[in-house]
Structure formats: C-alpha cells, structure tokens
C-alpha cells in the first residue's frame, strides 16, 4: 500500500484530543494525535497525515519557546513558539498584582517578551490609581499600554498594531479584563468563526476554555492566540535561586551581593537589600515587588509533596 506523504502545518485551535491545523495552502482540517497522549498545542508546527477527511498529527516540530503554569498538580500549558505575550488586565475589577508578576516571571523564564495592557481608561479615577500602580512595572523594560478597547478607537488599533505587527501574541489576562473585545477589534469576526468550529466538533461548551490563533492580517504576518482566563498561575518549574534572575528590578542588583548563593532575604550585604526603596532612595525596588519576591521564594522553596 502507498504510504500518504507527511504534510505540514500548524495548529490554529486545540480542543482536547482534537486540534485544528492550518496546511500550507490555508486549508484548516481536523487532526487527532497519534497515540495515548495529546501533546500538541496552539502554535505548534506539525507534520500530519490526511486520513479521508481529517488528518492524524505524525510529528510535532522542535519548540522554540513554550509558555506554561505548574502548580503541585499538575502543568498546564499555554501555546507554543511565541515572540511576546501581552498581559491585558484592566483598571476595573481589580487585578491582582501577585498574577500580573507570575505571568510576567513565566514569561522572562521562556525569553519571551511581555508587555502590560492596561484596559479601561475611560474609568477616571479607578485607572489612574492603576497607573500609578504599575509605575514599577514601566520603570523596568515592560512596555505599559494605556486601552480603552470598549470604545475600539482607531488610536488603540493603531497603537496595538505598532507592537503587534510582525509578531506570534498570546492574549493573556483575568476574566473581565477585555480579551474578546481585543481579539473582536484586531481580527474582526474571528471570534464567531471560533463558535463555529468548536460547533462543528459537538464541543461548543468547550469553547470558552479552548486556545485558539487567530490572523490579524491578509498576509498572515501577525497573529493573536486567546488563551483562557486565568484564576491561579502556579510557578513550580522555576528554581528559587533563579527568581531574582526573571525580575527586572531585582536583576541589577544581584551582582552588589556579597554571597554568591544569596537568597536575598536576610543575608547581610545582600545587594537586593540594600536597593529596596526608602526615604532617602524612591527610585529602589518598591516594597510590593520584593513582597511578592519573598512570598514566591517561599512557595517555591517548600518541598514537594508526593
């Protein structure tokens, strides 16, 4: 029997064990994985077999950066092969900034590139506590972008598509903050298409808990990938001693340390320490970021439980 040739493509939508993958020629077709498991995801390039009128995915090609949780039960994964993430939360409800610094520690781990969306600019005082609030965060290399995506103005368009343009872009953020809105604003009409499809796989309740790629453009230059909203972001795979390593405003000062091994908790002529912000020094690490630093050096210091 003639063997079916392997084709590529890449996996547009994940839908537990069945995926969507776009082929090369822009035909989207349902795949399953080979086998027990169900590895594939969301940005995964893919050798695949055609079988009548679906396909079986033969091959997932090497990743060149994965973003995921992990928390003591189990790993959770995002998408795959990312160039940034942009974190959209908004001035109303509150966000949690022990979520916004995980997500953003997650992402430095991978060396994928973040950036904060802060949604809701419309809501006077409500954003301007939260801007103030970020300062930090805009003090260190993260891009912080000011939203207002319920009035989808052509100044936000114009001013996600600088950042966005040319890139692969996971849409990560709480429930509330915008993503649908975001996602209806770049890529209009995507999100129905979504309904659609998870319809046609009798998996409609799935389709608010599903990852899915979305094209921006005609060309296919620039792409979102809308992952579900996320209540907990556990840290798990990152080494303590790492931690201050995936902290912008923490980093520079690790090397002012006069013990290698450091925890920069309480070790005396801790370069950390000392660049903590006071009276005298404004512009140090602000008690809040080394808060949640001590607090996950903490967590992830525990011993595991079997």
Same mark, same amino acid.
């Given at each position: 029997?003639?063997?079916?040739?392997?084709?590529?493509?890449?996996?547009?939508?994940?839908?537990?064990?069945?995926?969507?993958?776009?082929?090369?020629?822009?035909?989207?077709?349902?795949?399953?994985?080979?086998?027990?498991?169900?590895?594939?995801?969301?940005?995964?390039?893919?050798? $695949?077999?055609?079988?009548?009128?679906?396909?079986?995915?033969?091959?997932?090609?090497?990743?060149?950066?994965?973003?995921?949780?992990?928390?003591?039960?189990?790993?959770?994964?995002?998408?795959?092969?990312?160039?940034?993430?942009?974190?959209?939360?908004?001035?109303?409800?509150?966000?949690?900034?022990?979520?916004?610094?995980?997500?953003?520690?997650?992402?430095?781990?991978?060396?994928?590139?973040?950036?904060?969306?802060?949604?809701?600019?419309?809501?006077?005082?409500?954003?301007?506590?939260? $801007?103030? $609030?970020?300062?930090?965060?805009?003090?260190?290399?993260?891009?912080?972008?000011?939203?207002?995506?319920?009035?989808?103005?052509?100044?936000?368009?114009?001013?996600?598509?600088?950042?966005?343009?040319?890139?692969?872009?996971?849409?990560?953020?709480?429930?509330?903050?915008?993503?649908?809105?975001?996602?209806?604003?770049?890529?209009?009409?995507?999100?129905?298409?979504?309904?659609?499809?998870?319809?046609?796989?009798?998996?409609?309740?799935?389709?608010?808990?599903?990852?899915?790629?979305? $094209?921006?453009?005609?060309?296919?230059?620039?792409?979102?990938?809308?992952?579900?909203?996320?209540?907990?972001?556990?840290?798990?795979?990152?080494?303590?001693?790492?931690?201050?390593?995936?902290?912008?405003?923490?980093?520079?000062?690790?090397?002012?340390?006069?013990?290698?091994?450091?925890?920069?908790?309480?070790?005396?002529?801790?370069?950390?320490?000392?660049?903590?912000?006071?009276?005298?020094?404004?512009?140090?690490?602000?008690?809040?970021?080394?808060?949640?630093?001590?607090?996950?050096?903490?967590?992830?210091?525990?011993?595991?439980?079997?």
């Amino acid at each position: 029997m003639e063997r079916i040739p392997l084709e590529r493509g890449l996996i547009v939508a994940n839908y537990g064990r069945h995926f969507l993958v776009e082929t090369e020629n822009g035909k989207r077709v349902i795949c399953h994985s080979r086998g027990k498991k169900s590895q594939g995801l969301v940005g995964d390039r893919v050798l $695949w077999q055609a079988s009548r009128d679906e396909g079986t995915i033969e091959k997932i090609e090497e990743r060149k950066n994965l973003l995921y949780r992990q928390d003591e039960i189990r790993t959770k994964s995002f998408a795959a092969n990312l160039d940034q993430i942009l974190i959209l939360i908004a001035a109303q409800p509150e966000f949690s900034s022990s979520q916004l610094s995980r997500a953003l520690i997650a992402a430095e781990a991978e060396h994928i590139t973040p950036i904060i969306g802060l949604n809701k600019s419309d809501l006077i005082e409500p954003f301007e506590r939260a $801007w103030e $609030w970020l300062k930090p965060y805009r003090h260190m290399h993260y891009g912080v972008l000011p939203l207002c995506l319920k009035q989808s103005s052509e100044v936000d368009r114009v001013e996600l598509m600088k950042l966005l343009s040319g890139k692969t872009t996971l849409v990560l953020g709480p429930s509330g903050a915008g993503k649908s809105t975001l996602i209806n604003l770049l890529a209009p009409g995507a999100l129905a298409q979504t309904n659609e499809i998870s319809q046609a796989l009798n998996s409609g309740k799935h389709t608010t808990t599903s990852t899915t790629w979305y $094209w921006v453009d005609s060309a296919k230059t620039t792409a979102l990938i809308d992952s579900p909203g996320f209540q907990e972001f556990g840290l798990n795979h990152i080494d303590p001693a790492q931690l201050a390593a995936y902290m912008p405003d923490l980093r520079p000062h690790v090397e002012n340390c006069r013990f290698y091994n450091c925890s920069h908790l309480h070790e005396p002529g801790c370069g950390v320490i000392a660049a903590l912000q006071t009276d005298g020094n404004t512009n140090g690490i602000s008690e809040n970021r080394y808060k949640i630093y001590s607090e996950l050096y903490a967590e992830l210091s525990q011993p595991a439980r079997y």
